[in-house]
T-cell receptor, first 113, second 112 residues
Framework: EDKVVQSPLSLVVHEGDTVTLNCSYEVTNFRSLLWYKQEKKAPTFLFMLTSSGIEKKSGRLSSILDKKELSSILNITATQTGDSAIYLCAVPNSGGSNYKLTFGKGTLLTVNP | ETGVTQTPRHLVMGMTNKKSLKCEQHLGHNAMYWYKQSAKKPLELMFVYNFKEQTENNSVPSRFSPECPNSSHLFLHLHTLQPEDSALYLC???????????FGPGTRLTVT
């Protein structure tokens, strides 16, 4: 069975701190790994990673995939209160016609002023 | 209108009712999805349409039935639901399967 595990499940930091969120996966026929941010509404897309070792960056957020370790990290530098959200990791699997997308439980990040 | 839209945004229905959720995407995508999000559980993928072809998902009860009349519209027909089906139902679309998905705002469903 496909599995996506995120850690930590929750994290409380102060503004200005740097955080690292982890995602590990076990899926058949890996295609990509997706990171999302979910506040009090639907998830919004952050990154899609397909190649190992290539960092994707968007402002203070960056992410990298390690296919050997079957994992990915999401870094947020100089955190702000607006970064408070649930960060979701998801891995799609296209096993023939059997489409599956497995989400982790998410990391709840709280950034205090 | 751009992005992914869903209607209604809130729905309260009795267990004997029949209702439908609607999703529309204006992004020119070829894949559309229905998700269920319950409190304290990961997002659950319910159905996928990729180039209008549905993937069977045996773990979804038959009281939920999807319909994808064209690549821009997706419906979720609901009948004889149970209180445990109360959740946020999210629609998403992507260029094709496996690519980044863009979510609609969701329908908050309460089954009484």
């Amino acid at each position: 069975e496909d599995k996506v595990v995120q850690s930590p499940l929750s994290l409380v930091v102060h503004e200005g701190d740097t955080v690292t969120l982890n995602c590990s996966y076990e899926v058949t026929n890996f295609r990509s790994l997706l990171w999302y941010k979910q506040e009090k509404k639907a998830p919004t897309f952050l990154f899609m990673l397909t190649s190992s070792g290539i960092e994707k960056k968007s402002g203070r957020l960056s992410s990298i995939l390690d296919k050997k370790e079957l994992s990915s990290i999401l870094n947020i530098t100089a955190t702000q209160t607006g970064d408070s959200a649930i960060y979701l990791c998801a891995v799609p699997n296209s096993g023939g016609s059997n489409y599956k997308l497995t989400f982790g439980k998410g990391t709840l990040l709280t950034v205090n002023p | 209108e751009t992005g992914v839209t869903q209607t209604p945004r809130h729905l309260v229905m009795g267990m004997t009712n029949k209702k439908s959720l609607k999703c529309e995407q204006h992004l020119g995508h070829n894949a559309m999805y229905w998700y269920k999000q319950s409190a304290k559980k990961p997002l659950e993928l319910m159905f996928v349409y990729n180039f209008k072809e549905q993937t069977e998902n045996n773990s979804v009860p038959s009281r939920f039935s999807p319909e994808c009349p064209n690549s821009s519209h997706l419906f979720l027909h609901l009948h004889t639901l149970q209180p445990e089906d109360s959740a946020l139902y999210l629609c998403a679309s992507s260029q094709e399967w496996g690519y980044e998905q863009y979510f609609g705002p969701g329908t908050r469903l309460t089954v009484t």
